[in-house]
Structures are given as structure tokens and as C-alpha cells.
């Protein structure tokens, strides 16, 4: 007995072997089936299944609080020529969606030199000045605009809150099962999942919802009359804004490439669609 006890346990008594718990693996794979088929919904536009937990009206609180914060840390725009066409594509844009859940829509632009512009819950938008000059025009800004209301209407945010909740809850679980071994190999597996999560889970349903965001975008900007020519022209300029990209399988987003390819493969339905709401 006293040999089999050392075996298994170092000096101060560190575990040096150990099996794996299946129970926290069987439950977390349970609980998983229940959590994923309870908290399913679907985009409208595309008819994409995604996993929310959380209400409209929740979301929108959280992306309220989140705009004013920004928007206090800012050098906000108050008036302008600038002001004034942001919020002018803007609602233009708001009237031809057609699954606007409610939102209560607000444009600002930010003095700020990067080139950036983000929609949160709730339709609380804001474009940042340094991307103007890339946008270059009214068509390339209402593509950009339309892109990130399309975020916003997909419920985006919400469905990467709850793609990580499950990421954490699986990370809990493997952490109970793998609690019998010693902390090297502890160490080891949960640096593979945590990889295996990011590269295989994470990154990829974020690149997923940037192409669904191009692709409504490209849709909501068609309706409302403006040229959908223009869009894939914005990435070609931003490849040369650029100085560099990582590779597409480690970023949040598309390569440039694929999201010109992409639009361009859309772009036949985007100019008919056009065609219908604005032949007049």
C-alpha cells in the first residue's frame, strides 16, 4: 500500500497520475444540447440559425450604456457638413430594413484620426473621421454605415456573448475533468482547448458574421438607392491603407481578397434588388 501511494504522489503530496472524470465531460455535453436548442434564433435577411440568450430589450440597455461611455471619451461632432451626411445616410438606411427590431436610431461622428465605425444594440451608430478619406464618397460611406448596422440588426454582439459564455463553461468542465491529473499535463490539455476554441470556435464565427454584415450591408444599401459598385471598391483602397494583414485563419475578419470576391459574387442580386426600389 505504502509503494502504491508514493507512485501516485510526489514529495508534498503533488498528484503525478490520474484518470480523466468523464461525469463533468457527460454533464457540460448535456447541459450544452439543452443551452444550444433553447436559445435558438434566426436573422431574418439570411434565415442563419444563431445561439442568443438574451432579450432585445436587455441588449439594447447594454448597448446604450456602452455608446454614451464612448461617446464621453470622445471628440464628438456636434454640427457640420460631415454630421449632417452621416446622419442623412443613416436614416436613409434605417427606412429600408425591414426586421428593425425598434431601435432607436442615433448617428455621431468622432474626431478621430482611425478608420473605424461601429453600430451597437439598440441602433446607436458612429462613424470616425479617419475613415472618410478611404470611403472617399457618399456610396463608399453608405456601405460602410450599412455594414455596421448590419451588425447590429444580426444581433452580432449578443451571439459572440453567448459563443463565449459556452466557451467558458467548456473550459470549467475540462478543468473539473482533468482535475486528477498532475499540472503539467493540466497545463497542457487546457493550452490545446483553449487554442482549439479560439481557432476553431471563436475566430471563425467572427469571420462569419463580418461576411453576413457585408453581404446585408451590400442589401441595405442597394434599397436604399445608393451604389453598390462602390462597395467592394472600399476594401481594394483599404488593402492599400493597410500595412498588412495577419493571415485570414488567425483574424476576426476576411482578407481583404475574400471580402471583394464575396461582394463581387453578390454583387448580381445587390444591382437588381437596386433596380426594383429605385427604378422610379
Known sequence: MMRRSAYRYGRGGNRR??????????LFGLYLAYYYFSNQEEVAMTG????????????????????????????????????????EIGYRLAKVIDDDPGFEWEFNVIDDGQANAFALPGGKVAVYTGILPIVENVNGLSAV????????????GAERMAHQ???????????MA????????????????????QYGVLLPFSRKHESEADYM??????????????????WE????????????????????????????????????????????
Request: include cysteine; hydrophobic fraction near 40%.
Open 17 to 26: 497520475g490520474g484518470a480523466l472524470r468523464l461525469l463533468p465531460i457527460v
Open 165 to 175: 459564455k459556452l466557451v467558458q463553461y467548456g473550459s470549467m468542465a475540462a478543468g
Open 217 to 234: 450591408g451590400l442589401i441595405y444599401l442597394a434599397r436604399a438607392c445608393f451604389d453598390p459598385l462602390e462597395a467592394p471598391k472600399i
Open 237 to 280: 483602397r483599404m488593402s492599400e491603407h493597410s500595412k498588412g494583414q495577419p493571415s485570414e485563419f488567425m483574424s476576426t475578419h476576411p482578407s481583404h481578397e475574400t471580402r471583394i470576391r464575396l461582394l463581387n459574387e453578390w454583387m448580381p442580386k445587390a444591382l437588381e434588388i437596386r433596380e426594383k426600389f429605385c427604378s422610379s
Open 48 to 87: 442563419r440559425s444563431q445561439l442568443i440568450d438574451i432579450s432585445h430589450e436587455q441588449e439594447m440597455a447594454l448597448g446604450l450604456q456602452s455608446y454614451q461611455q464612448i461617446l464621453s471619451q470622445q471628440n464628438v461632432l456636434r454640427s457640420g457638413q460631415v454630421v449632417d451626411l452621416v446622419r
Open 178 to 197: 482533468l482535475g486528477s491529473m498532475d499540472i503539467g499535463t493540466q497545463r497542457m490539455v487546457m493550452g490545446a482547448l483553449g487554442m482549439g476554441a
Open 145 to 156: 454605415m450599412g455594414h455596421e448596422i448590419a451588425h447590429a440588426i444580426a444581433r452580432h
